[in-house]
């Protein structure tokens, strides 16, 4: 199982990004994906998260600003930022936990943490 995220990059205040994060692997379902962002000097701390029922929550830092969405695949999800502030610069990364997946015709229920590569989000004010 391996995440991917991309869709970071230099855009001014007040606009817009939208990440993005794909799993790969023979996965059958994901219980909860999400997005961290690590400033720098700083700890990685929780953005958002999304479950596999669809219910949503937010950091209070980017409630109304960011929006977290899955894709019809169900194994892609997407961080959609608006409003975007200089204090958003960071290396945000792509989360799951509770996957389902085959491997050799046998089933893994997992409770490992899984986490992408970061991507880098620079905001210049």
């Known amino acids: 199982v391996q995440l991917q995220a991309s869709g970071g990059g230099l855009v001014r205040t007040g606009g817009s990004l939208r990440l993005s994060c794909a799993a790969s692997g023979n996965i059958l379902r994901i219980d909860d994906m999400g997005w961290y962002y690590q400033a720098p000097g700083k700890q990685r701390e929780w953005v958002a998260s999304i479950t596999d029922g669809s219910r949503t929550n937010y950091a209070d830092s980017v409630k109304g600003r960011f929006t977290i969405s899955r894709g019809d695949d169900k194994n892609t999800w997407y961080l959609q930022m608006n409003s975007l502030k200089p204090e958003d610069t960071a290396v945000y990364y792509c989360?799951?936990?509770?996957?389902?997946?085959?491997?050799?015709?046998?089933?893994?229920?997992?409770?490992?943490?899984?986490w992408g590569k970061g991507t880098l989000v620079t905001v210049s004010s």
């Open positions: 989360h799951a936990k509770g996957l389902l997946y085959s491997v050799h015709d046998s089933l893994v229920a997992s409770g490992e943490d899984y």
